[in-house]
């Protein structure tokens, strides 16, 4: 049982938007906590996607959007592509649970 | 652009125990120059999410999830510009891709990965 919950699955068609939450509570991102995304694709290490709740780093295209309101927070994708056909995690910092990082489940995104 | 390199034995027997070492290139693990960082160990069980295993600063400080501060020990050799991770006692249940990353510690967030190394406890 994850720290930080998402939908096990999301789908879309090519071009269309999707958005996948997560959810925490008042120890982690309710107590103001960033919330960094992560983008594995298929047999590949995960890699930062989102940072500090909406920031790309370099070489992300801007086609990925983050959000955070209290104790949620959503990665958003538009323009669906093919190649964005992966894994996706959340991730934040607890408090509660000795300072620990904690991830959510995971969200498999699959383009129709 | 800092690059990590797991390496380490693929298979462990149960109750023995898992020893992996991360190379750090491209970066000294003791610079603070361009910011502070911890270097960290996350795991991840066969089509399962991820799980923080625990981190060190170069220093020698570490900090340990909860879950498996009773097993695991992470140090390093600034030297060699490598940590390592050991996890005692092993069981099946520690069967999982482990992946050595940096995390940078004004924001708790993990910038660089390593490819990461399956390694499978069995008999």
């Known amino acids: 049982q994850s720290v930080l919950t998402q939908p096990p699955s999301v789908s879309g068609a090519p071009g269309q938007r999707v958005t996948i939450s997560c959810t925490g509570n008042?120890?982690?991102?309710?107590?103001?906590?960033?919330v960094h995304w992560y983008q594995q694709l298929p047999g590949t290490a995960p890699r930062l996607l989102i940072f500090g709740n909406n920031n790309r780093p370099s070489g992300v295209p801007d086609r990925f959007s983050g959000s955070k309101t209290g104790t949620s927070a959503s990665l958003a994708i538009t323009g669906l592509q093919a190649e964005d056909e992966a894994d996706y995690y959340c991730q934040s910092y607890d408090v509660s649970l000795s300072r620990s990082r904690v991830f959510g489940g995971g969200t498999k995104l699959t383009v129709l | 652009q800092v690059q990590l390199q797991e390496s380490g034995p693929g298979l462990v027997k149960p109750s023995q125990t898992l020893s992996l070492t991360c190379t750090v290139s491209g970066g000294s693990i003791s610079s603070t120059t361009r910011g502070n960082y911890y270097w960290s160990w996350i795991r991840q069980h066969p089509a399962k999410g991820l799980e923080w295993i625990g981190y060190i600063y170069y220093s020698g400080n570490t900090h340990y999830s909860p879950s498996l501060r009773s097993r695991v020990t992470i140090s390093v050799d600034t030297f060699k510009n490598q940590f390592s991770l050991t996890v005692s006692s092993v069981t099946a249940a520690d069967t999982a891709m482990y992946y050595c990353?940096?995390?940078?510690?004004?924001?708790?967030?993990?910038?660089?990965w390593g490819q990461g190394t399956l390694v499978t406890v069995s008999s």
């Open positions: 008042t120890s982690n991102i309710g107590a103001g906590y960033d």
């Open positions: 990353a940096r995390e940078d510690s004004s924001g708790y967030r993990f910038d660089s």
